[in-house]
């Protein structure tokens, strides 16, 4: 049986493990759908270590969770109420979520990529769609890009729908769309 375990993400390395699963799945995910001079200006390694360490430190509602297959690190989320600016989004989205304030909403998810196929990302997803629903939530979202099939089919067998909203996603020369997939808890 394998030894699989779920941890809060609280430490250094929690942190920079959590940032390269992020980055892995980017690099492996967007390949075509990102320019590539984007993704190798802005997708590095430890690119997010410094805002998971925020979220944590200054405990704004945002949690990060670990799913483990022993010692190494295969699958993380971030899970929240609904952010209702940009936050930690910078400068290539924007999103209106006023509507949705009240919701729970996914605000990242990654499977390492030699580690899909595996049941590790439901394991660990199913676990955030508890923890929210445990929170008072009734609803959640979770954005996906429009050109990122598979995760919508994930999101889908999930019972999360599109709702009809999306926005744009500026990586000039290209655009792409993220998606409000929504559901019921």
Not at 130 to 145: E, S
Not at 159 to 171: Q, R, V
Request: net charge negative.
């Amino acid at each position: 049986m394998e030894d699989l375990h779920i941890i809060e993400a609280a430490t250094d390395e929690h942190f920079r493990a959590m940032s390269l699963i992020h980055a892995l799945g980017w690099r492996d995910t967007y390949i075509d759908a990102v320019p590539a001079d984007y993704m190798a200006r802005e997708i590095t390694d430890d690119r997010w270590v410094e805002v998971f360490r925020q979220n944590y430190l200054t405990q704004n509602g945002v949690h990060g969770l670990l799913l483990y297959r022993g010692d190494t690190p295969v699958s993380c989320i971030n899970y929240c109420r609904a952010r209702v600016s940009n936050y930690n989004v910078g400068d290539i989205c924007t999103f209106d979520n006023t509507a949705y304030a009240d919701w729970g909403e996914i605000a990242s998810f990654y499977t390492h990529p030699a580690e899909r196929g595996k049941g590790y990302g439901s394991i660990l997803f199913e676990e955030a769609l508890k923890r929210l629903k445990a929170d008072g939530f009734q609803n959640a979202f979770v954005f996906v890009l429009r050109e990122n099939e598979k995760a919508r089919r994930f999101y889908a067998a999930h019972g999360f729908a599109w709702d009809g909203t999306s926005t744009e996603i500026l990586f000039p020369p290209k655009v792409c769309v993220d998606l409000r997939y929504v559901k019921t808890l």
